[in-house]
């Protein structure tokens, strides 16, 4: 009975994160705290589901999921089906979920992730692995797993304390199964190129965007990326500073400008709203983390604290927005 307890309560996502100080101690946020017991758990569900590969059950069914959650927060879900085509000529369904917080707002935010997860683990170091679809707890859940808890805050903040900003919190299909290493940009993105060219609300625009992808890994650092830097500099100077006053300056690094990189940030970008990519990188080397397109991209390689510290800086970043 008490594990049942337990289980429900993981459920819904109320274990843990009870009053638990941010890092630093000389700053008070104005934002609620983080919960990365709930982000983790919302990141364990995608995954038990299997990979949420394009066309397959999987993926019809964490959509679902995703859908229903965002809506049990009170948010108000537009969902966005599309065709597509793969590289290698394969037709897709896609399908976008944009849930929006205050949806009457004029001035809103913009966070984004992909939620779908690569067919192909063609990284791995075993090349008998190289066509197996992967589970991407980092790369796919980790960004929704996130952007859920940031839904679930929003909803819980007591009227004193509430977001008067529109939020939107879009999750791209078809992201991630691109041509890799083939200077094909093209071929990765193609939910968020189909919103780019097809608001899900007509004339929709946010302030600014910013995009999430692989926010879960250990031994994870987020570098300002280029596009970033020449897109929405001020943007980039916003997070990064949100995310020292925390006590998360270690995460986020200005050592070292991060490469350029085509993600889904672009296609926000091109359709005019200003828009950064908050990416993980392998602390080590600098390049994507260890487990990018492996089978190791699994929920025993995700790291609560990585989680937190994106987390807790996105919710800053709401909360202090004029
Ligand atoms: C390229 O490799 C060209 N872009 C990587 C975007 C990506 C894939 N993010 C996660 N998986
Ligand atoms: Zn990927």
Redesign the pocket.
Same mark, same amino acid.
């Given at each position: 009975m008490k594990k049942l307890l337990f289980v429900s309560l993981c459920l819904m996502g109320l274990v843990g994160c009870k009053d638990k100080p941010v890092v630093n101690a000389e700053y008070v946020s104005p934002a609620p705290v983080f919960c990365e017991d709930s982000a983790y758990q919302y990141v364990a569900e995608q995954c038990g589901f299997g990979p949420r590969v394009m066309n397959s059950e999987a993926h019809e069914e964490c959509g679902e999921w995703i859908a229903e959650k965002f809506k049990s927060f009170g948010l108000v879900v537009y969902d966005q089906y599309a065709d597509g085509k793969l590289y290698d000529g394969t037709p897709v369904k896609m399908r976008n979920i944009v849930a929006s917080y205050n949806p009457e707002a004029p001035a809103r935010i913009l966070i984004a992730g992909h939620w779908d997860s690569?067919q192909w683990a063609d990284n791995d170091p075993d090349e008998a692995n190289h066509k197996t679809p992967i589970d991407g707890a980092n !790369?796919g859940a980790s960004s929704i797993g996130v952007m859920l808890e940031i839904a679930r805050q929003l909803q819980l903040a007591p009227d004193s304390n509430r977001v008067k900003m529109g939020v939107d919190l879009i999750c791209w299909d078809a992201? !991630?199964n691109?041509e890799?290493g083939s200077g094909n940009?093209s071929s990765?993105c193609l939910g968020s190129q189909h919103w780019s060219g097809f608001r899900h609300v007509q004339g929709y625009r946010a302030r600014y965007g910013i995009n999430l992808?692989?926010v879960g890994g250990h031994n994870t650092v987020f570098y300002r990326e280029q596009y970033s830097m020449m897109y929405a500099p001020s943007v980039v100077d916003k997070v990064w500073g949100s995310a020292r006053r925390l006590g998360y300056g270690k995460y986020f690094s200005y050592d070292d400008e991060g490469g350029a990189?085509? !993600?889904d940030h672009l296609e926000v970008n091109r359709g005019g709203i200003p828009c950064i990519d908050v990416?993980g990188s392998d602390k080590d080397n600098g390049g994507f983390p260890k487990t990018?397109?492996t089978m190791n991209d699994n929920i025993k390689n995700i790291s609560k604290e990585t989680l937190k510290a994106v987390g807790q800086t996105m919710l800053d970043v709401i909360w202090t927005e004029e």
């Open positions: 690569r !790369d992201e !991630d691109g890799s940009s990765w992808d692989m990189i085509t !993600d990416i990018w397109h």
